[in-house]
């Protein structure tokens, strides 16, 4: 059968949706680099692009480094992908790092702001050497980015695993 004629339906994809330190703040905190939008509105867009693609999400944001490394380990065969925003994590947390290596779930890291043009201890980030890729400086719109993306490889990979 053709396959462009009568497409495989699209499998549903479960994503989730980390949070870290003080993004429960958004909003009001240094709106100037974090922007206006608050994390329950992020979240509302996150669950609306979700739905459009046929993805479930589930989100939680924590100020404490064991609860997102739980987090982690509990997504192991539940979740298909995950998207981080590890916040000030990213450049201090070897156990999250670790949390992601251990269970090979594919991730995806966003910042709201740019962290490569920021101080110089920013640049650095422990996750993005396990993650498949980075989207750094959209404001709100990177998590929008980084969902589609991290959406988008899973279904090549599914596409790759169904020729070969
Ligand atoms: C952040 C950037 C981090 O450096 C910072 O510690 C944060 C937020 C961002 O989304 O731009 O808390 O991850």
């Known amino acids: 059968m053709n396959s462009d004629v009568n497409p495989a339906p699209l499998r ?24 206006a939008m608050t994390l329950e509105k992020v979240d509302q867009n996150i669950q609306q692009l979700a739905e459009a693609q046929n993805a479930r999400v589930t ?21 298909d992908g995950l998207l981080i925003n590890p916040a000030a994590y990213t450049h201090t947390s070897v156990a999250l ?6 269970i090979a779930i594919p991730t995806v890291e966003v910042h709201l702001s740019n962290i490569h043009k920021r101080e110089a201890f920013r640049h650095h980030s422990y996750i993005a050497p396990v993650a498949i890729g980075q989207i750094s ?4 719109r990177s998590y929008l980015l980084g969902l589609q993306a991290l959406i988008d490889w899973l279904r090549d990979r599914d596409q790759q695993a169904s020729v070969s």
Do not use: K, M, T, W
């Not at 549903?12 to 922007?35: A, C, D, K, M, T």
């Not at 939680?60 to 539940?78: C, P």
């Not at 400086?137 to 709100?140: A, R």
């Open 12 to 35: 549903q994809f479960s994503i989730l949706v980390l949070h870290g330190p003080n993004l429960n703040l958004l909003g009001q905190r240094e709106p100037e680099i974090y922007g």
């Open 59 to 79: 989100s939680i944001q924590s100020n404490h480094e064991g609860i997102l490394v739980d987090a982690i380990q509990a997504a192991f065969q539940v979740h």
């Open 97 to 102: 790092r670790d949390a992601i290596s251990a």
């Open 137 to 140: 400086g959209f404001g709100h």
